[in-house]
């Protein structure tokens, strides 16, 4: 207790930290009405299906307890995807295969994230689970009012979010909604929600009027509290702007973005008519997008023959084809920080002497990714072949 009051204590001095927020992993929080995070409400309290809680102690459901959700896609969050999620009645979501794993019972609304929950968890490892707080605290839907009416919990999926990701666009999306909610011992309600896309891992919480300004944990953190991020967080922050919008480091805003470059070598440069020469062509994606179906290619001059390929694809690349003849056209996968080689083989024309041999190697983004650089996407590879000794005549006087 003691060690919690000065927590409160030292966070109430806190001033406002300024948007956008970075954690280590990559994640970036934008504020509600930045151009990077659009207040758009999304009420599925009409279309969406409620989820029936179940009481995690001896507590009410209502109170503290969680419901199973299994998701229409799975989602990601720091690099893990799920395909089902345990959703609190305290706020928050935990990526988790069944209540024994997490009951929905952690009323504390830890500060700051990453955080081992110090609430009551219904099991000493819950905090294992990847978390999403939209607004973590000692919440309750038992009749917050007064009026007899108790909150709900709803879900819904979208195969066409009805609000646009920042990252993508047009994409799927499930929305969890708390709605007509309130703070345990606190008359008032109010509603928010968390909506989480499936293709840019985009999270953003959205909040209805009667929110509370303080008190409460809003935020995002890995398995087992190694990364973590929680802009809202005890400290005079306040949420009047109607959302918070996390966005995963392979999406960023604006759409995917990869900044491809090709590396384009030869083993050696003295090559002589009729022999061979290997070329290696090397595809690399520092990201931050991955690049799907990314396309490797080559322009060959006629001086070179009977060419023959092999691709070695990297750790997180892969390749349509393991060989192939003739001059490169291959699709390949790329994700960040990942690379693709090929080695083409190639023989010299014998009729090559006094000649320069111009090959030409490019790397060509898919159609829905950004390339910030394109200048680095192609490399041009001249060689010089000589007139072979045997055939140089010499004047003697």
């Known amino acids: 207790m003691l060690a919690a009051t000065v927590l409160l204590a030292g966070a109430a001095a806190a001033q406002r930290v300024p948007f956008p927020q970075t954690d280590v992993y990559g994640y970036t929080a ?11 409400f999304v009420d599925i309290s009409s279309s969406g299906t409620a989820l029936a809680l179940t009481a995690a102690g001896a507590d009410p459901a209502l109170d503290e307890g969680g419901a199973l959700l299994i998701l229409s896609q799975p ?97 799927a999306c499930t929305v969890v909604l708390w709605h007509d909610w309130g703070v345990n011992g606190q008359s008032g309600a109010f509603s928010f929600e968390a909506i989480l896309y499936h293709s840019s891992f985009e999270i953003v919480y959205q909040y209805g009027a009667g929110a509370p300004s303080s008190g409460y944990t809003a935020g995002i953190q890995s398995r087992n509290a190694v990364y973590g991020l929680s802009p809202y967080c005890y400290a005079p922050q306040t949420i009047a702007d109607g959302a918070l919008c996390f966005i995963e480091p392979r999406y960023p805003v604006g759409g995917p973005q990869a900044d491809l470059f090709i590396d384009f070598t030869v083993d050696d440069l ?15 994606n520092p990201g931050p997008s991955p690049a799907i179906t990314a396309t490797v290619s080559t322009l060959l001059p006629p001086e070179l023959l009977a060419c023959t390929w092999a691709c070695f694809p990297g750790p997180g690349a892969s390749c349509s084809a ?49 390339d910030p650089d394109g200048t680095n996407n192609t490399s041009t590879l001249d060689l010089e072949v000589p007139i072979p000794v045997m055939l140089q005549s010499f004047s003697v006087e």
Request: hydrophobic share 40%.
């Open 75 to 171: 989602f990601e969050l720091y690099g893990e995807a799920s395909t089902s999620v345990i959703v609190s009645s305290n706020g928050y979501i935990a990526a988790a295969t069944s209540l024994a794993a997490d009951g929905g019972d952690d009323f504390s609304n830890d500060c700051h994230m990453p955080a081992v929950p110090r609430g009551n968890p219904s099991v000493a490892t819950a905090f294992s689970s990847l978390r999403l707080a939209a607004l973590h605290d000692d919440l309750s839907g038992a009749d917050p009012t007064g009026t007899g009416a108790d909150g709900t919990v709803w879900h819904q999926y979208f195969a066409s979010c009805p609000r646009l990701s920042e990252a993508i666009g047009d994409e």
């Open 30 to 40: 934008y504020e509600g009405g930045a151009a990077e995070c659009a207040v758009q």
């Open 270 to 284: 003295a090559v002589l008519p009729g022999g061979q020469v290997l070329y290696l062509v090397t595809a690399v």
């Open 322 to 370: 393991a060989i192939g003849v003739g001059s490169l056209a291959e699709s390949v996968d790329l994700a960040p920080q990942s690379a693709v080689y090929f080695e083409l083989t190639c023989d010299i024309d014998p009729l090559a002497a006094e000649s320069t041999i111009s090959a030409i190697a490019s790397v060509t983004e898919p159609s829905e990714i950004t």
